[in-house]
């Protein structure tokens, strides 16, 4: 499967969403619809020497429990702007 790359879409509508973690893993967040109900895949992807494409690492959230991950989500960032728990990126990620 070929490297999908990181697009800035400014369309409403989107419904995949590419975050680089690494120089050689990105996660892709994506609504997708698999028997007929729509969920939220979460998927690590790699390119690496040995292997390039998504691994067995992810997670299916239906789409009816979004809100209440999106509130989860919110309510860490806020606890790790608090207590200080960034990791110190490196100089080329911070102007990305």
Request: neutral net charge.
């Amino acid at each position: 499967m070929a490297k999908k790359a990181s697009v800035k879409k400014k369309d409403t509508n989107v419904r995949e969403v590419w975050v680089r973690v690494s120089d050689s893993t990105q996660i892709r967040i994506e609504v997708s619809e698999f028997k007929g109900l729509y969920r939220l895949d979460i998927r690590e992807y790699v390119q690496t020497n040995k292997y390039t494409g998504f691994t067995k690492k992810g997670i299916n959230v239906p789409t009816e429990f979004l809100e209440k991950l999106h509130n989860g989500l919110g309510t860490l960032l806020e606890t790790v702007k608090k207590e200080g728990l960034f990791n110190e990126l490196e100089e080329e990620e911070e102007g990305a």
